[in-house]
């Protein structure tokens, strides 16, 4: 028999989840007592008692440092508070589309990720653990609310500290807990169900062609040491026939083999320059728990998330899944280039434009109204699951080339030739003074609010633009009809051009302030320029207006994308 033991504790003032969870340094969680256990037990509190007797749970993180010593208390929390069944990835590898993937597959009453995403990992690192709920999207702010309600007043948490699980062998395993009944762990291959589900989205016989026929195209995929790696290999190379050297850095590192697992210009540079040579056809990287990818070309040709949304938008029918479900709408994060909206318009498809955070999406997925979504942070996903999705996204880029038979630089230029071309770029200013950054963005409204704003024109070099409307984006959800206020300072042009500021709460040490710039342009002459050679008059006048290297000291970006 487990017994249970009741620990006194305090409660921590600081455990608000964000849209991803609570995150925050590594140290944070080891070295405040009962730091970690408050936090689950606040978690698994928002599952009412009744349901606990037959709630299943999936577990599964990233391999960052942490993350199985956290699968252990979570093993022991679940199992004292009388939760009937976890299902954890083994070795505690699941990434996060999967574990999205298994909450629907199994009808769990919810999952635990344990993952900062693309945030660096290891002993000086940031961890995180984050609530995903029945649908297998990410908790809603009503449901992360109130863990951070219980957390700010939880005075004891239920443990049963001899309770230990080996995480390395697939097995299930009973145990008889103190006044519940029995307690059931179950270790699952970590992709076989996430595999099963794609098997059904993809034309698996086609895209084995286009990777090991006898005119295969050659790939290089990088998993960043993070955990899209087995994935890779078991789907990609095993599945698939791609070989084996085609997959890089794909065993999971609790420090990400010392880099920062964020699969953009900057951080995967190391498949950027592989690329380059001209060896590979089609590049991609995945972030540390699976859900963003960059798409490369040959030689090194990057696609903008914002415009890797729109080309499979615009190709929607390589995709068995599609031909099955029809496409029932499409969707952007606001801050993303207007790219997607461009194809919806000619294919007369309905398109939303949500706040950044994926629970938006899923909203709108739940009731029947999207089919296909994207951000221009390297997130891509569709209704299959309730998260984005990096393979996903891979997988649906390779269907495109498979039946276009064209590079992805020739799809690239047919779709900007065809739809226009949103030049688009996005400045991240990292871990910056939290009160410059909001001194910035205070100053930033007050000029923006002036009344006379509105029809100022702003000049940088031979180039003159004229504010339409400045405002602080504002979403009322057409599902439920909640309104999400000040979501990101925009300032609108009369040509349609977009100057976007953002404070972001995604890292764990002070504040990222991101910039997005967007410009359209359908000028055949224009649309393959560079774009930060297209967009420096509107890079200028936005840290003119902004004064944001006056303020914070920042004389350039920490990341161009």
Known sequence: MVKITVVKTKPYADQKPGTSGLRKRVTVFQQNQHYAENFIQSTISVIEPAERQAATLVVGGDGRFFMKDAIQLIIQIAAANGISRLVIGQNGIMSTPAVSCVIRKIKAVGGIILTASHNPGGPTGDFGIKYNIASGGPAPEGITNKIFEISKGLQE????????????????????????????????????????????????AALKELLSGASHINVRLDAMHGVVGPYVKKIVCEELGSPVNSAVNCVPKEDFGGHHPDPNLTYASELVSAMKGGEYDFGAAFDGDGDRNMVLGKHGFFVNPSDSVAVIAANITSIPYFQKTGVKGLARSMPTSGALDNVAKAMQMQLYETPTGWKFFGNLMDAGKLSLCGEESFGTGSDHIREKDGLWAVLAWLSILATRKQSVEEIMKDHWQKFGRNFFTRYDYEEVDSDSANKMIKHLETTMFDPSFVGKKLSSGDKTYEVAIAD??????????????NQGLRIIFSDGSRIIFRLSGTGSAGATIRLYIDSYEKDPQKIYLDPQVMLAPLVDIALKVSQLQETTGRTSPTVIT
Do not use: W
């Not at 009944?181 to 076989?192: G, L, R, Y």
């Open 157 to 204: 948490y239920h443990i049963c500290p001899e309770l230990k699980v080996d995480l390395s062998k697939i097995s299930k395993q009973t145990f008889e807990v103190d006044t519940f009944k029995p307690f059931t762990v179950e270790i699952v291959d970590s992709v076989e169900a996430y595999a099963e589900m794609l098997r059904d989205i993809f034309d698996f």
């Open 472 to 485: 602080n984006f504002a979403y009322t959800d057409p599902v439920d009809g909640s309104v999400s206020k």
